[in-house]
């Protein structure tokens, strides 16, 4: 979506055009769960937490100034949503876990349905990642964002979060080069 | 034969991963839940204007309180009040300094000032 075209929606959707906010939806919800998808491994808690994203943008759109494109703003509050589900998950698992002794492995929802063993591979491996580096990651390099707007999203300086990134990369590396697929061996 | 790992190649890889599949019905879920119009932007108007009226006051009160400018005074100042016997009444005569008359004072006048005889015909 170009900055014009940003520019437009934001003006629709302050004017109280009736299909704007349709609009926004349908142009940003894909990258808005494929975003929670990577960062919570649970296709259930990705559109739950995607459908919490675009309330909390209808109660703030008044309030966005437009100095960041309205992708990358979306992407700060899935982020933040994120973040707070799962300050909340993990005073509830610890509650759980001294109760029922141990937790349920989840199955990753992408990796099952992707094909290609290397894709598969690199999925898991970076899915295995801490949440930072992950999140770091796939705002980079599967969401497309700039330092600039990581930075936004993150509420980081650029320099720091291109640093973090790299750092990202490396632990990346550093896990594939320790598990090598089954076929490449 | 061992994946590529280095950074270029890395970071190719990541790039080119297939997105994960869209659940069915998230779409038309998300639309369900889309207001008619966007909320209205908050008022600020009472804000803008609190704030002008703050700033209005702000230059008045600096207007008023400004000091006025010292004008240099035509008239000397009137003498203080002497009170009957102050000693501050009159300067003591003997420590003025001596004040001694130009010695020599030419007149700036060259032509004779005497008034002409037939001026009073």
Redesign the interface.
Known sequence: MTKSDDQRLLYD??A???D???EL??KH??AV??FM??LTRD?HRA?DL??ET??AA??N???FQGRSALATWLHRIAYTKFIDAQRLEQRTIGLHERLAGSPVAGVD??TI??A?D??RH??RI?HDLDVPERTL?VLH??QGLSYRDMADVLGEPVGTVKWRTAEA?KS??AL??DE??DH?S | MHPDLSPDALEGRLRSLPPPPMPDGLKARLLAHVPATAPASRRRWPVWTGLAVAVATACLLAVLAWPRHHRPTLVPPAPETIHEGSSQAYPDVARLPAFSWPLEESSPVRVSTALPADLFD
């Open positions: 959707l302050r109280g055009r009736p704007a906010c349709g939806v349908r919800y894909e769960y494929r998808v990577h296709v559109e995607t459908q675009f309330a209808w109660e759109i008044a309030a929802p992408i349905v992707l290609d290397e894709a690199l999925n970076l990651l390099y599967l990369l990346l590396r594939l080069g090598v697929p490449a």
